[in-house]
């Protein structure tokens, strides 16, 4: 049974979220000619991206061994400029490899 705080929370946060994406679209009119404010926005969704997954890549895998692998494949293949699906189909197979080995 949900508790009675639950929607109180749910509606803070809502709030909050939503207060966080409003405020500056209606804070800052004019375009931001800052060159270091511009090159920190620009580079923020790569860093939550890897902050968000690269934890998750070692966790997925019941053995630390094949995630690495899969990881260093992943590495290897984004190094070489290849396409996302390439690095994530390799990535994969690696990983299943390695579980077959190990």
Known sequence: MIKEGFFIY???MAGVTYLIRMLPLTLIKKKIQNRFLLSFLYYIPYAVLSVMTI???FYA???TITAWAGFIV???LAYMGKSLVTVAAFSCV???IFEIIL
């Open 55 to 57: 934890p998750a890549i």
């Open 10 to 12: 749910l509606a803070v």
């Open 74 to 76: 992943a590495m290897i």
């Open 61 to 63: 895998t019941g053995n």
């Open 94 to 96: 690696a990983v299943l």
